[in-house]
């Protein structure tokens, strides 16, 4: 089973408010990433990092921002949340090499809700 | 034009019926084709990977990728009411290693 974690996992803020969404991995993986995911839709790329201070945009035009000071830490933020950010965050990791041993692990996901 | 698409389902069989699932996709470069399995409130976890063109075994599960076509499928066999969950495509070229591209899946309901 997969060791990533994501916290929390259902979050309610109003308008304005700054959030963190934390994702963990115990497993050293270099490769870490975010994706954004509503429903009946597909999974988004909105962030990826290669290892510790790497990180790239995804594909998905994002407001959010994030980290790599640690391996196993990438920790996604929005400075001022809007209704527009209401969505799924799910958080995923692998090796530097992808392939059918190394593919990417999700995490629980975070469900936000932004009112 | 999306590049991966995917049946949304919803998609309701009786318990022991053979499930298909199907993607097709446009972008001639996809190498490495993969179905994902996610429940309610989970995230996706990996199901089935599969290299180029051909078929691949697992258990009760096949995936087939046909590149001529573009088109990928997978069959249940002995679908079980533990297989109801959303079956996510996703593809990736070899040049892109990062960035997998995913259908926006189709919602699997077996009726016990």
């Known amino acids: 089973e997969a060791d990533i974690y994501q916290t929390p996992r259902y979050l309610v803020i109003g308008t304005g408010k700054k959030i963190t969404l934390e994702c963990s991995q115990t497993?050293?993986?270099?490769?870490m990433y975010w994706y954004q995911q509503d429903p009946g839709m597909e999974l988004h790329l909105i962030h990826y990092s290669y290892g510790v201070n790497s990180t790239e945009k995804g594909d998905l035009s994002s407001e959010s921002t994030v980290s790599r000071i640690r391996t196993e830490h990438f920790p996604l933020t929005l400075e001022s949340a809007r209704p527009s950010h209401t969505s799924q965050y799910l958080c995923?990791?692998?090796?530097?090499?992808?392939?059918?041993?190394?593919?990417?692990?999700f995490g629980p996901g975070t469900r936000l809700t932004v009112l | 034009q999306k590049e991966v698409e995917q049946d949304p389902g919803p998609l309701s069989v009786p318990e022991g019926a053979i499930v298909s699932l199907n993607c097709t996709y446009s972008?001639?470069?996809?190498?490495?084709f993969m179905w994902y399995r996610q429940y309610s409130r989970k995230g996706p976890e990996l199901l089935m990977y599969?290299?180029?063109?051909g078929n691949k075994e697992d258990g009760r599960f096949t995936a087939q990728v046909d590149k001529s076509s573009k088109y990928i499928s997978l069959f249940i066999r002995d679908s079980q009411p533990s297989d109801s969950a959303t079956y996510l495509c996703?593809?990736?070229?070899?040049?892109?290693?990062?960035?997998?591209?995913f259908g926006s899946g189709t919602r699997l309901s077996i009726r016990p």
């Open positions: 995923a990791s692998s090796e530097f090499w992808e392939s059918q041993d190394n593919e990417q692990f």
């Open positions: 996703a593809m990736r070229a070899y040049s892109s290693a990062s960035k997998i591209i």
């Open positions: 497993m050293g993986h270099d490769k």
């Open positions: 599969t290299y180029s063109s």
């Open positions: 972008n001639s470069a996809f190498q490495y």
